[in-house]
């Protein structure tokens, strides 16, 4: 990096904590100030703090990588979530403003019992706990490996430059510091799409471009295969998307905060359907830059792993002669893939998309793809705690030796910005239920509103140390973005399932949905251990088993015996 992108990196990210900090100076006076903004936030706001909180700087660390590595299948996990904005608009966002709650957890105590609030409550805590800590983790990966500076030091300053503006102003900090942190992510990204189509060979076009990366697989958008050990299809997208994006959206705080900080029902309303009609397209769009990162690739030289770490363990290694062996098989590999890709075009130029030539370039990404294993074989034999796992290496390997300087800068400024976005959400909502649901709910005797505000901000603080530390002990586990999704969808679906049997099943009370919840918790745990399925069909199944348990127990054991009070 050069001096301008520090520059640029370093003004950037001070510039939105000081305004952050500057913007709500006025400390709140009272909870609905600090928690709910004081229902102030417009809807044009609420979408775009929506779209921050899930937009972190795993998305755009391990997107890219996901594309260049499995293509653009990963988008159909997003298929779900316009239609889970539209029950959530329909059901959920009346009901929380009705009833005034600041969080969504007081609703489950109305309809059941204080048990099933703390129950999840405490599910929240635990899985939000450690979503946030991987919020810090993921940048701090990047600029340890590029600086060479220690990883836990780097969680902590990360972490404290959010905790320093949410802990100021709470939720309206949060909302103000979201708006530019999404207007510099938005416009790095876009910068950073053209300027690798400029980048490509004079003659390629952005049509020649998809045709490459076509004829090797990284456009097969849509798969309709019922195989459930198949990751990302359509119907798991529709399905366990779908639950997981109403879990998410509907009963996740660190969303939920978000619109119940809007002017109105109707403000927060459209704050959701903007957050509906834009999240796929944005995902389409950063799955498609990995993939023009991939055919960038075609046609310069590429590295045998993208992890910096990992050449340098096997540096070190008896191993690392037969290591720099792939590594110039690889370069010879590279060379003739360029020759071969450019033929391709010539002849797509010309209307002629050759068979012959699309069955070359997918044997030769074939052997490409056996080198890359070999080499994967070859460090996890020189380091058995290497990650041999490279994807979210893939779009900083490409930031930091390809691009123009101070483009650099902005860059890794886009990934902090999204960073320091969902672990400000994070730490916002893992306070606010702190202190809502198990603090002010527990504690006795009269307390003014200044002392839960200040509670607020100690439980923020507190929270923000607790998530550096899931940060500092964090390890790299097949790819971020999945990691993250995987911890949701082991918790989210059990407690959708209480908030959808406390909206739609009035005949089912306290008692049973309590222990359906734990048996269904207990029951998704063993599920994900035994690795039958995939992730997001855990939303899914946690939720059904919680809606059908609960309804069971209702009616085969509780059903004459009165709720104790």
């Not at 919020?135 to 836990?152: K, M």
């Not at 530390?469 to 679906?493: D, K, P, R, W």
């Amino acid at each position: 990096m050069q001096q301008l992108d520090w520059i640029v990196l370093g003004v950037t990210l001070l510039s939105i904590v000081t305004y952050g900090v500057w913007k709500t100076r006025k400390s709140a006076a009272n909870v609905e100030d600090y928690i709910l903004g004081n229902n102030e936030t417009p809807w044009w706001t609420v979408g775009l703090s929506v779209m921050a909180t899930q937009a972190s700087a795993i998305t755009f660390l391990s997107t890219p990588g996901q594309a260049y590595h499995d293509g653009m299948g990963f988008v159909q996990f997003y298929f779900g979530l316009p239609l889970a904005m539209v029950v959530i608009c329909i059901t959920f966002i009346p009901i929380y403003h009705k009833l005034k709650v600041f969080t969504a957890y007081e609703y489950l105590e109305q309809r059941f019992d204080v048990k099933t609030r703390s129950l999840a409550a405490i599910l929240f805590l635990v899985q939000r706990g450690l979503g946030t800590g991987l919020t810090i983790y993921a940048p701090a990966i990047i600029l340890s490996s590029l600086l060479g500076w220690n990883l836990t030091h780097l969680n902590i300053i990360i972490g404290t430059l959010v905790v320093i503006y949410t802990f100021s102003g709470g939720t309206k900090a949060v909302n103000v510091t979201q708006k530019q942190q999404m207007f510099v992510i938005m416009v790095g990204m876009f910068i950073t799409f053209f300027l690798i189509l400029h980048l490509l060979p004079n003659d390629m076009t952005f049509g020649n471009a998809m045709h490459i990366a076509g004829a090797n697989d990284k456009m097969n958008i849509v798969d309709f295969s019922f195989d459930p050990e198949t990751r990302y299809t359509f119907w798991s997208g529709i399905t366990g998307g779908f639950f997981l994006a109403l879990s998410y959206f509907g009963t996740d705080q660190s969303q939920v905060g978000r619109y119940l900080s809007g002017k109105s029902i109707r403000e927060s309303q459209m704050g959701l359907i903007m957050n509906g009609f834009l999240k796929v397209p944005m995902q389409f769009f950063i799955l498609l830059t990995g993939v023009m990162v991939f055919v960038f690739f075609q046609f310069n030289t590429v590295p045998l792993n993208f992890n910096p770490n990992n050449k340098i363990a096997i540096e070190k290694s008896p191993y690392r002669t037969e290591y720099h062996k792939l590594e110039k098989q690889l370069s010879a590999l590279s060379e003739e893939k360029k020759e071969f890709n450019l033929l391709y075009i010539d002849h797509l130029n010309q209307n002629y998309d050759n068979p012959i030539l699309r069955k070359k370039l997918i044997a030769l990404s074939g052997k490409e793809k056996d080198l890359r294993d070999q080499a994967k074989e070859l460090i996890a034999k020189a380091d058995k705690k290497s990650e041999t796992n490279d994807k979210d290496y893939v779009f900083i390997h490409f930031i930091l030796n390809y691009l123009p300087k101070g483009l650099i800068g902005l860059l890794l400024a886009v990934i902090l910005s999204a960073a320091m976005s969902s672990t400000a959400s994070g730490l916002n909502a893992l306070a606010s239920t702190t202190a809502i649901d198990i603090y002010k709910r527990n504690v006795s005797g009269y307390k003014s509103e200044k002392h839960f505000v200040n509670a607020t901000k100690f439980f923020t603080l507190l929270w923000g140390i607790v998530a550096i530390l899931f940060a500092c002990i964090g390890t790299l586990f097949e790819n971020l973005i999945q990691l993250v999704n995987i911890v949701g969808s082991i918790f989210y679906g059990t407690v959708l399932g209480i908030f959808l049997v406390g909206f739609y099943l009035k005949f089912v009370k306290a008692k049973a949905i309590f222990w359906a919840a734990v048996v269904s918790q207990s029951a998704i745990f063993y599920i994900y251990y035994l690795d039958v399925v995939s992730f997001l069909w855990l939303n899914f199944i946690g939720a059904l088993l919680t809606i059908i348990l609960s309804s069971l127990l209702q009616v085969i054991i509780f059903r004459n015996k009165p709720e104790l009070v």
